[in-house]
């Protein structure tokens, strides 16, 4: 059963990509790269050329070079599995051996047009012109106002009967057969609107787009990471479909939902930004997570995937074919391919904030003042004997333990001061070392200082200072930075949890737990100067705060480093000065983080349940650029109010009782800020919220308060912060060999107004533009083909994703011109559009051909047939439930039936998805698949017969059934479970067989039978 699961999954891979994109897209940017050199018109070493189809058959000294759908054969892949080739050259690696191998298999496939290179090529004036001409797909759309009927011959066709067109649209709008009811009292109009109106239309079409975006909630390879926020664009999907917001609204959001001027909000109350989610589409492809710079191709490759699915999704064109050299099948240089490269490189990869206000803290910043004041009474109360203290404690040192002590003085905060007073090391920083060392007099310590500095200035230039203010170039989001301005000195946080009543007092910066570590906040630096080798940052941060160095957009790269510290601490980035990649530093709270959850050991003592809950925060002061790899020595400024004349002892109480006193009335400076940190970790200022009753209950109400925060959502986006760049070609496709730059801009086979984008920033919504603009010849006609393809089985055009000149034609032009006129003219309304299909005469046809139910239905009917379908809607993915589960790589164990969740809420990982869903053919995501595979292989029947899911359902059904009417003759049972499953009654003669059957098998037996019907499986 395992062996014939991964045959249905290996069938479902290699349908993958047709043989036209195969060959363009993995086999010939190879063989030029590799084989050209020694082996094409210029040179044909063994007498062997491989720049055409027929040379490679003829082959050379050593027979055949290629032999078709036998690549156990022939000499070219024989000479690169053992390595004898390329010569002197790289060899190929395991995955584009691969790519030949299959490329044989489906039958060698080469492009006619690429074989008469040399007569008619894309070098040669007016090609490209020619191909654009004579296209049908390129020409501007024509439509009419003939009725679908009356363009397909269909009008006045015999209907179906009314239960097989009910489970016929049911299915089609919401994926789930209709409910009895419907059945009995079916009026095919009004039920076509309220299967509409229903949230389960959403769900269901959903699904479909989530193949067009090749949907996926972690990112593959060997750790799997998490796409933490992909639910949250398949929640965007359902939304946007159940509230017919216009497919060219929805073409702008996925291109640049984050560039809109007016986005748009959910359920129009405009508490979330809605458009933005759009864009997480982007980020839903496979990426790596190694060094970038090393390994070039890790972000090339996600370029290309996203470059694919874009150029697919929304035009039916396989534009990344010319990654590596000009399209020999339609008019896309390789121009065209950088200058999107260039489009999508210039902007970053983020994660944003949807929350498009802050919540409210009214109650917070009312109660901060008073716990202040509370606190520093308390403190100045309990400071006021320090003078004495500090006595006792050096004549305790000085004579031993045991001297009398006054009236009110405390024997264990002596004994405290004593430990303190006897540390073995303490540095030059430390408020009692002056007390504890001879030689520290104030000339010694301004000549430090004055050493300090002077050491500071040399080796270090301010790259960026967050106590004055926000830098230019540097951007932010976040609820704890909505109000994102610099705090003064001594700005604190008030502990949410424990008995502490304060968890941080703060020098001057910018930090995003001022009144939350709830309110999450990213910081993200400009372009990082190549002037310096390194930047460090000052900072504070815990419950995994971050800072991340992102090289050329690698947002899993592994230069991360987890801040987790009370006191201001230099963390460095490199700003990889020996490579011309663009770098950028960004600061996170958890839930902004991408590498969370992190892999397995990456960090000591910590795994998921670190990064559980939303309370995480950092801090920052300052940053420096500098060359060697150290850090700026501290100050020591704050040391010099112990030098004021007076006694040592009552030097030190008034330093402690002066720092209380100017952080009460709110004029700490960072040098008080210093002395109450460290009198605060050395237990000096006992930091709890029992210190007086006053203070106990203002905690209690800042903690309530708190509490009824609204959490921070976030997702996976684009965000444009940078000045655009265009992108040097890739010669031959290769990173490390740089052409020219290509200009930014839209596709050269568009009309030339759509071409143009905005020069100064990254183009994304100019792009975004081009394609919904009614003008564009492909945009219209592609979601029409696609809906039509969802409605009927089969699209007009039959290769969805493939518009070219090597996709299918399509089969009636002037229908889904027609219709691709109208679907614009109407407000590109998807409703409406579908609604027009539905109910044309061509639906409803007695003769419309049978398909099987896809993977989602097939699950989801059993489900609400069993009566175990929970109708929740949104929210985090359940885990499928897994033969091997490997929580090292993210492949968790679930419940066997989902929790009832519909199979739209499964979660799908890039390593092992729902293996019943893959069984019956759902795509791998990996790219766009318009148009799925289907398949009828024995692992489907095994499943229906085998598969525990399905044996629990049928068990639940027969329990229901049984529950719900325990008199229930024989006949009345099996009419019910007709109904529910196949949407009408038995016959007699279907009676008499199925009466036998309950006779010999418990009802459980009798449902699981009912599910592996035909009749259950296929729609008429």
């Known amino acids: 059963m395992r062996l014939a699961a991964l045959l249905a999954l290996t069938i479902s891979l290699f349908g993958a990509e047709d043989s036209a994109e195969l060959f363009e897209k993995r086999v010939r940017p190879v063989l030029a790269a590799k084989c050209y050199g020694c082996h094409a018109a210029e040179k044909q070493f063994g007498g062997l050329r491989v720049d055409g189809r027929d040379r490679l058959l003829r082959g050379g000294q050593n027979g055949p070079a290629v032999v078709p759908e036998h690549p156990e054969q022939g000499s070219l892949l024989a000479a690169v599995r053992s390595g004898r080739m390329p010569m002197g050259g790289v060899k190929l690696t395991r995955q584009e051996i691969a790519s030949f191998e299959e490329w044989v298999r489906k039958g060698a496939y080469w492009p006619a047009s690429a074989d008469a290179a040399a007569k008619a090529s894309v070098g040669d004036p007016g090609f490209y012109e020619k191909l654009k001409r004579e296209h049908w797909a390129y020409q501007p759309v024509r439509g009419g106002s003939k009725s679908i009927d009356a363009l397909t011959g269909k009008a006045g066709v015999r209907a179906a009967e009314p239960y097989v067109l009910a489970r016929r649209v049911a299915n089609v709008l919401t994926g789930l057969p209709p409910k009895p009811a419907d059945v009995k009292n079916f009026q095919y109009e009004a039920y076509v609107d309220r299967l509409l109106t229903s949230p389960q239309f959403g769900e269901r079409w959903a699904r479909h787009w989530m193949d067009v975006v090749r949907y996926a909630e972690t990112y593959g390879y060997e750790w799997n990471f998490e796409i933490k926020s992909a639910w949250r664009y398949r929640d965007y999907l359902i939304r946007a479909f159940n509230a017919d917001v216009p497919y060219d609204q929805l073409v702008r959001e996925h291109i640049a939902g984050d560039l809109l001027a007016s986005p748009r909000t959910r359920d129009n109350k405009g508490r979330f930004n809605e458009s933005i989610l759009g864009t997480t589409f982007y980020r839903l492809g496979e990426m790596g997570h190694d060094d970038c710079i090393q390994f070039r191709e890790l972000r090339t490759d996600v370029v290309d995937n996203q470059i694919d699915t874009l150029t697919k999704a929304f035009q039916g064109m396989t534009v990344s074919c010319a990654r590596c050299h000009d399209h020999k099948i339609d008019p896309i240089p390789t121009e065209d391919y950088y200058a999107l490269y260039g489009i999508l490189s210039s902007s970053r990869p983020i994660t944003a904030t949807l929350n498009r206000k802050a919540p409210d803290t009214a109650k917070l910043t009312a109660l901060k003042p008073q716990i202040r004041a509370a606190l520093a009474e308390a403190w100045l109360a309990d400071t006021a004997k320090l003078v004495e203290e500090l006595k006792i404690a050096q004549a305790w040192r000085r004579d031993g333990a045991g001297s009398a002590l006054p009236a009110g003085v405390d024997a264990h905060r002596i004994q405290a001061w004593v430990r303190l007073l006897d540390r073995k090391k303490v540095d030059l920083e430390d408020p009692l070392y002056p007390l504890t060392h001879a030689d520290a007099t104030e000339v010694a310590y301004e000549k430090e200082i004055a050493a300090r500095e002077k050491y500071n200035g040399e080796k270090f230039s301010i790259a960026a200072d967050f106590q004055r203010d926000l830098p230019a170039g540097w951007s932010w989001d976040g609820l704890g930075l909505k109000d994102a301005r610099p705090a003064s000195s001594g700005e604190f946080a008030v502990a949410t949890e424990g008995h502490a009543a304060v968890s941080g007092i703060f020098p001057a910066g910018v930090y995003t737990n001022l009144l939350s570590d709830r309110m999450n906040g990213v910081l993200r630096s400009p372009l990082l100067g190549k002037q310096k080798k390194y930047m460090s940052l000052e900072m504070v941060g815990g419950n995994a705060g971050a800072q991340r160095t992102i090289v050329d957009h690698c947002v899993i790269g592994e230069d991360h480093q987890i801040v987790e510290t009370a006191a201001p601490k230099w963390f460095t980035a490199s700003t990889k ?29 910590f795994n998921d349940d670190s990064i559980r809950g939303p309370r995480s925060f950092f801090g920052v002061t300052r940053a420096y650029y500098h060359d060697e790899k150290l850090t700026p020595k501290p100050a020591l400024s704050h040391m010099r109010r112990l030098f004021s004349g007076k006694p040592m002892d009552d030097a030190f109480a008034a330093a402690v009782q002066g720092a209380i006193v100017a952080w009460r009335d709110q004029k700490a400076t960072d040098d008080d800020v210093q002395w109450l940190n460290w009198l605060l970790r050395e237990g000096v200022l006992v930091n709890s919220r029992t210190l007086t009753p006053q203070l106990r209950a203002l905690s209690d109400a800042y903690r309530a308060a708190e509490a009824g925060l609204e959490e921070p959502e976030v997702a996976y986006a684009m965000g444009d912060f940078d000045p655009g760049s265009d992108q040097p070609i890739f010669l031959a496709g290769q990173a490390l060999s740089l052409g020219k730059p290509a200009p930014r801009h839209f596709l050269s086979l568009m009309p030339e107004a759509l071409r143009g984008v905005n020069r100064e920033r990254s183009g994304r919504r100019e792009l975004a533009e081009a394609i919904a603009n009614p003008a564009n010849p492909l945009t219209a006609r592609v979601m029409v083909n696609r809906v039509w393809h969802w409605v009927f089985g089969k699209g007009i055009v039959a290769s969805t994703d493939n518009f070219g000149r090597y996709g299918d034609k399509p089969q009636n032009q002037e229908l889904l011109d027609t219709l691709a006129a109208r679907f614009a003219a109407n407000g590109w ?55 091997e589960p490997k929580d090292y790589r993210r492949l968790f164990q679930g419940p066997l039936d989902g929790d009832g969740r519909r199979s739209i809420y499964l979660k799908i990982t890039r390593m092992e998805g729902p293996r019943f869903l893959e069984i019956f053919d759902m795509p791998p995501p990996l790219q766009t698949r318009g148009n799925r595979d289907v398949t009828n292989v024995p692992s ?47 016959s007699e003669a279907e009676l008499q067989r199925w009466r036998a059957l309950a006779a010999q098998l418990p009802w459980k037996d009798v449902a699981h039978t009912i599910f592996n019907t035909k009749e259950f499986l296929y729609l008429r």
Request: charged share 35%; aromatic share 6%.
């Open 829 to 883: 309304s998807i409703k409406r559009l579908i609604r027009e299909m539905v109910l044309s005469d061509t639906f409803r046809a007695a003769d419309s051909p049978v398909r099987r139910l896809d993977a989602e239905s097939v699950r989801d009917a059993i489900l609400a047939v069993s009566g175990r379908l929970d109708p929740k809607m949104y929210g985090e993915s359940v885990q499928p439930r897994r033969l």
């Open 577 to 605: 000065a020996d490579s011309t990649l663009p770098v950028y530093v960004e600061l996170n709270t958890k839930s902004d983080n991408p590498r969370l959850p992190e892999r397995a050991g990456r960090f000591k003592d």
């Open 940 to 986: 489907q029947a095994l499943a229906l017969l085998n598969d525990p899911f399905v044996i629990a359902q049928a068990e639940f059904w027969a329990e229901r059934l049984v529950r719900e009417d325990r008199d229930a003759t024989v006949d009345a049972r099996l009419r019910k479970m007709f109904l529910e499953a196949l949407s009408r009654e038995p």
